[in-house]
């Protein structure tokens, strides 16, 4: 007995090896094919009028947008025979539209930034449909999750290192570091593949992952609309913040004084504090109980960032340590959606779908909201000062989210103790009429 609880925990620590590295660097090296290009200032230069820097982000993240809108029905309803397919094909995709920026003039190569986030917009739910529905999803989607604070880090610094270090132009920048990671994203999307399928204890205690039509996605929807809404709205909140943090963070901060390496340098240790958090959830076999204390851990996030954004002149923080806590904060709250929440969601409410669909309806609505706000500026022509621009949303936002995630954490609370009452009363009924 002792020999067979050995073997299946050797074989957990395998898969988590296996899976959890695979995860991790395959969305890192979708980074390197999606976020180098923010480490340019592109200074002086203008698109039909816009600051170009600007209108580059806005029309990738556009296209970005629009995969995943269509990605609610793709993600949702791909079969795993698929996915790899579909995981290389974008990130072939992807590449091309870096080369097409790098030979295009700056009249014309914006529309290769748009096909680069088109491309790239369904990676995440490809690669998450990979872990979901494990016992050790906890593990795994938290490795997946932090993948992207460190690899956020690691393109901006890469993309610093080949302007400065290597004198590669703004321009083939994004390509030149793209054709390093492609390659090595194919390998790890072929490791991905070959996972062994969720066994029965898997199935047993996260619930079996199918695919949702759209029937399927509408009666989920309503069925939990109080929830949901909540949440996405929340969300929705935090991806705009997320995405003016990575996008402009070269603006936000002066970096004139600060090592190429400072974002990668910042951003490790995040991750590995996210992770080590993250890790802890593995323990919690009740699924309510996860996600209540992974509700808590949103609104201290959410808290603490408005407590530092708020008190920022008289917490007297260095730039470096102002980064940090903002970054901790903010990717605490948003991570926990984007990786273990609506897996647990799922499996404590025995909801018969898939991780995929919850995500893409977060990230669309997410993503929309920063085309409309990067939009709204170029158009109105509004002189933003970029960190304190940042220190007001990232206020407004923490404050706003502690009251949504709040009232959400007692619904779910309020649903889990209704379901849980209905079950008993249906186990009541069957017993009585088997007594008569």
């Known amino acids: 007995m002792k020999q067979l609880i050995k073997n299946r925990n050797l074989s957990e620590v395998l898969l988590i090896l296996w899976a959890g590295g695979a995860a991790l660097l395959s969305y890192s090296l979708v980074y390197a094919l999606r976020k180098p290009y923010t480490a340019a200032s592109f200074e002086g230069l203008e698109f039909f009028g816009s600051d170009y820097k600007v209108a580059v982000t806005t029309i990738q993240i556009l296209g970005y947008v629009i995969a995943k809108f269509f990605g609610i029905k793709i993600i949702s309803e791909l079969k795993k025979e698929n996915r790899f397919r579909f995981f290389v094909g974008s990130a072939v995709l992807a590449e091309a539209a870096l080369v097409g920026f790098g030979l295009l003039d700056t009249h014309w190569n914006v529309i290769a930034m748009f096909v680069n986030g088109l491309s790239l917009g369904c990676m995440w739910g490809v690669i998450f449909s990979f872990i979901e529905g494990r016992k050790v999803t906890d593990i795994l989607a938290s490795l997946l999750g932090v993948s992207m604070v460190f690899s956020s880090g690691v393109a901006k610094s890469f993309g610093l290192f080949a302007m400065n270090e290597m004198h590669i132009s703004q321009f083939w920048m994004p390509a030149v570091i793209g054709g390093f990671a492609l390659p090595l994203l194919v390998l790890m999307g072929y490791m991905l593949k070959r996972l062994p399928q969720p066994t029965a204890e898997d199935i047993a205690l996260r619930n079996e992952r199918v695919t949702l039509d759209s029937k399927g996605r509408k009666v989920l929807f309503l069925k939990y609309a ?41 951003d490790t240790i995040v991750t590995l504090i996210i992770l080590g958090i993250f890790a ?77 669909f919850f995500i893409a309806m977060i990230d669309f609505i997410g993503y929309l909201g920063t085309v409309t706000l990067l939009s709204t500026k170029e158009l109105l022509n509004i002189e933003v000062e970029w960190f304190a621009l940042f220190n007001h949303i990232a206020c407004g936002v923490g404050a706003l989210c502690t ?20 079950k008993k009363a249906d186990e009541m009924c069957v017993n009585a009429q088997y007594s008569m």
């Not at 603490?304 to 260095?318: E, F, G, I, Q, R």
Request: hydrophobic letters at 55%.
């Open 280 to 356: 802890l959830f593995i323990f919690f076999r009740s699924n309510i109980r996860a996600l209540l204390w992974l509700m808590t851990l949103v609104i201290a996030g959410c808290l603490t960032m408005t407590y530092v954004s708020y008190h920022y002149d008289t917490l007297d923080l260095s730039p470096v340590m102002w980064l940090f806590i903002e970054s901790l904060s903010l990717y605490i709250a948003y991570l926990t959606f984007q990786t273990v929440f609506f897996d647990r969601f799922i499996a404590c409410f025995r909801i018969k779908g898939n991780v995929g």
């Open 403 to 422: 009251v949504l995630f709040t009232v959400a954490g007692i619904l779910i609370y309020r649903k889990y103790n209704a379901t849980l009452e209905a």
């Open 226 to 266: 109080p929830i949901l809404t909540l949440l996405f709205i929340g969300n929705f909140m935090l991806l705009v913040l997320r995405d003016i943090k990575e996008d402009f963070l070269v603006y936000i901060l002066d970096m004139s004084n600060q090592s190429s390496w400072m974002f990668a340098r910042i």
